[in-house]
């Protein structure tokens, strides 16, 4: 409060972290597909992995940015769906990258395999990224448009976000 008095007691804040968000973090783990949909649950497990010192969490969250890149952009960098489908991968996985970078992991951890990860750059770890998002202007025609292909509608263009993380 304003006094500077906790309002959540140790007991709340114990059930808070193990019974919601470990818990939670532990259950959305449990689901392994790679699809268009899976980058918000990857973003929590990198998350989850720094907040609670959680290497295993932060792997798994690597693991599947790889493996969306893999299965959704070619070496090219261009999405294996429509402009539009590359636009909603982008946005959904947009956060992994974000709560990765300069992520290190535990002075007394030792990997299984590997090596001890130490101020992680996922930009510069994964080159298809800046591809993926590259292509999103490639596509663009002369009116700063994408082609009507697939279920890409008349009119959609860039999304200024793409741009951005470009940048």
Known sequence: DECGRAIVSAAM???IRDDLILAGCDDMECWNEINNKCGPGRALSAIVGRLFERPHSVRRAIEGFAALLEKG???????????SYADMFLNLMRQIPDLLAGYSDPIDYLPQEGERLVDFDPHRQFARYRL???????M???????SVI???????????????VLT
């Open 73 to 83: 952009f070619h070496s090219d960098g261009c999405c294996t769906e429509s402009p």
């Open 140 to 146: 663009l025609d002369p009116n700063l448009k994408y």
């Open 132 to 138: 993926a998002l590259e292509s999103m202007i490639r």
């Open 13 to 15: 804040d114990r059930r």
């Open 150 to 164: 697939g279920d890409t509608h008349a009119g959609g263009g860039l999304m200024p976000i793409h741009a951005e």
